[in-house]
C-alpha cells in the first residue's frame, strides 16, 4: 500500500517535471524561431525596398525558398496600403506575377468566412479594375461582414461601374448591407457615378432612392434640385421624402422653398415637418423666417423648438423675430427664449488681453 | 553631405523613405519615434526632417513644436507624413510649424521631389 503510494507520488512528480521540460522547450524553440522569422523579416523587408525603387529585378527575387517567398508575399501585401504610384504599379505587376491576385479572386468564393474577408480587402487594396467583378459578388455572400467588407471594398476601388450593385444591395433585404457604408462607398466613388446613380431613381425599392437623395445632398450640387424636389413631392416612401428634404437644404437652392413650405403644413408627419423647417434655416431666404416664426405657436412642441432653433440660425432677421416672438404673450415665447438663450451662449468670449 | 532624419514607427515606410533618399546620395539617420527624433536631432542637426503624425511618446507635431522652440534646430525645414488626410490635420501641421505635409499612402517619388524641392529653398 505505502509502496503504490510512493509510486504514485513519483510518478505525479516526474509527469510535473516533464511538463515543466516540454514548456521550456517549446518556449525555447518558439523564441528562436520567432527570431530568426524577425531577421528574415528584416531581409525581406530590405529586398521588397530595393525592388520597389528598381534596384532588384523580378528574376533576383526568384531566389527566394518557398518558405520566405510566402513571407515575402505578406510583406508585400501589407506594403499596398502604405504606397501609391510607381511603387504601388510595381507591387501589383509583381503580385501579378505571383498569381495572389487569382488566388484571391479564388479566395472569395471560398468556405471559410475570414479567408472570404481577406481576399475582398486585399482585391481592395491592390485596386485593379478585375477586382470589380468578384467584389460586386461578394454583396451577395452568405455572411453580413463580408458584404460590409465588400462594400468598403468596392468604395476603395472607386468605379462608377459598382454603382448599381451597391444600389441593388442596400434593397436586397435578404443580403442586407449597412446603409451607412454604402453611402461612404457610394460619395468615395463619386461624381463619377452620378448619373448611372441618377438612373436608378426610377427601379428598385425606398433604400435605394433614400440613398441617392442623401448622396445628392452630400454632394451638393444645384443640378440635383429638381429630382429631389420629384423625390420630397411624389415618393411613397417616407424616408426618402425625408432625406429628399434634408438634402434640398443641404444644396441651399431657393428653388426649393415652395415644396419645403408645403411640408411645413400640420397635416404633415412631425417628422418630416422638422426637416423641412431645418432645410428651410440651411436655405437661408430671410422672406421665408415669417412662416418657420408662425411654428413657434404649433401644438407639437419639438416643431416648436426647432422652429425656434431654426430662425436663430437664419441671421439677424431670424433673431429679430425671435425676439419679437420672445416679448409676446404667444405660447412659442418659451421657446423663442430658449434658442436665443442657447444663441447666447454659443457666442465668442472677448477678452482684453 | 546634406543629413535627412526620417521618424516613421512602421517599419516598412521608415526602411522605404530610408532606402530611396540613402540611394539618392543622401545621408539618413533613421528612427522609429518621436523622443528618438527629438534626441537625434539636437545630436546631428540634421538638414531636413520628415515626421510621422502618430507616433509612439512624441507625435510628429509634438516634435515639431519642439524644433521650433529649439534655438539651435527652429529653422530646420521639416516634412509631415502622415495617413490623416483631414483638412484639419494639414492645418495643425502646418500651424505647428511643418514645410510641407504629404499624406499616406504616398509616392517615394514624390516624396523625393518634395525633399528636393524644400531643401533647394533652404540648404
Given amino acids: 500500500m505505502r509502496l503504490a503510494l510512493v509510486v504514485s507520488v513519483l510518478l505525479l512528480l ?46 533576383e527575387l526568384r531566389v527566394l525558398k518557398k518558405i520566405h517567398s510566402s513571407q515575402f508575399d505578406e510583406i508585400s501585401e501589407a506594403m499596398l496600403t502604405k504606397v501609391k504610384g510607381r511603387a504601388k504599379d510595381i507591387l501589383v505587376s509583381f503580385l501579378y506575377s505571383r498569381g495572389a491576385i487569382d488566388q484571391a479572386i479564388t479566395r472569395t468564393r471560398k468556405f471559410g468566412y475570414l479567408g472570404r474577408c481577406k481576399a475582398a480587402m486585399f482585391l481592395g487594396n491592390v485596386g485593379i479594375p478585375e477586382a470589380r467583378v468578384p467584389l460586386e459578388s461578394m454583396l451577395r455572400d452568405r455572411r453580413r461582414d463580408v458584404r460590409t467588407i465588400a462594400v468598403r471594398c468596392l468604395g476603395q476601388l472607386g ?66 434640385t429638381p429630382d429631389l424636389i420629384s423625390l420630397l413631392e411624389n415618393d411613397p416612401s417616407f424616408e426618402v421624402k425625408v432625406r429628399s428634404a434634408r438634402a434640398l437644404g443641404r444644396i441651399g437652392s431657393p428653388k426649393a422653398i415652395p415644396s419645403l413650405n408645403k411640408y411645413l403644413d400640420s397635416g404633415q408627419p412631425t417628422a418630416l415637418r422638422i426637416v423641412c423647417c431645418g432645410a428651410l434655416a440651411a436655405i437661408g431666404d430671410r422672406e421665408t423666417v415669417p412662416e418657420i416664426i408662425s411654428l413657434l405657436s404649433d401644438g407639437n412642441d419639438q416643431l416648436a423648438r426647432a422652429a425656434a432653433n431654426a430662425a436663430s440660425q437664419m441671421g439677424p432677421t431670424g433673431i429679430k423675430y425671435l425676439n419679437l416672438a420672445a416679448t409676446s404673450n404667444s405660447k412659442g415665447a418659451s421657446f423663442a427664449k430658449e434658442a436665443l438663450a442657447r444663441l447666447a451662449a454659443q457666442a465668442p468670449r472677448i477678452s482684453q488681453d | 553631405m546634406t543629413t535627412i532624419l526620417v521618424a516613421d514607427d512602421d517599419p516598412d515606410i521608415l526602411e522605404l523613405v530610408n532606402y530611396k533618399l540613402s540611394q539618392s546620395g543622401y545621408a539618413v539617420i533613421a528612427v ?56 484639419q490635420d494639414t492645418e495643425r501641421g502646418f500651424a505647428a510649424g511643418a514645410t510641407d505635409y504629404m499624406t499616406k499612402p504616398f ?14 529653398r533652404t540648404v
Wanted: charged share 25%; proline share 5%; no cysteine.
Fill in chain 1, 159 to 224: 468605379k462608377p461601374e459598382s454603382v448599381p450593385a451597391l444600389l441593388s444591395a442596400v434593397d436586397d433585404d435578404e443580403h442586407p448591407v449597412p446603409f451607412g457604408t454604402v453611402l461612404v462607398a457610394l460619395m468615395r466613388i463619386g461624381s463619377s457615378g452620378k448619373e448611372l446613380m441618377k438612373a436608378g431613381l426610377n427601379s428598385g425599392g425606398g433604400q435605394r432612392r433614400a440613398a441617392i437623395a442623401e448622396i445628392l445632398g452630400m454632394e451638393g450640387s444645384t443640378e440635383d
Fill in chain 2, 107 to 120: 509616392s517615394p517619388r514624390e516624396l523625393l521631389s518634395r525633399v528636393q524641392a524644400v531643401l533647394g
Fill in chain 2, 32 to 87: 522609429p519615434d518621436g523622443k528618438l527624433a527629438l534626441e537625434q536631432a539636437r545630436e546631428h542637426h540634421p538638414d531636413l526632417m520628415i515626421l510621422d503624425v502618430a507616433m509612439p511618446f512624441h507625435s510628429g507635431i509634438d516634435v515639431t513644436l519642439d524644433i521650433r522652440k529649439d534655438p539651435d534646430l527652429k529653422n530646420t525645414p521639416i516634412i509631415l507624413l502622415t495617413a490623416k488626410s483631414m483638412e
Fill in chain 1, 14 to 59: 516526474v509527469s510535473i517535471l516533464l511538463m515543466l521540460l516540454a514548456t521550456i522547450i517549446f518556449r525555447f524553440v518558439r523564441t528562436k524561431l520567432e527570431a530568426r522569422s524577425a531577421t528574415y523579416e528584416a531581409e525581406l523587408r530590405t529586398m521588397l525596398v530595393r525592388f520597389l525603387s528598381e534596384d532588384l529585378s523580378l528574376s
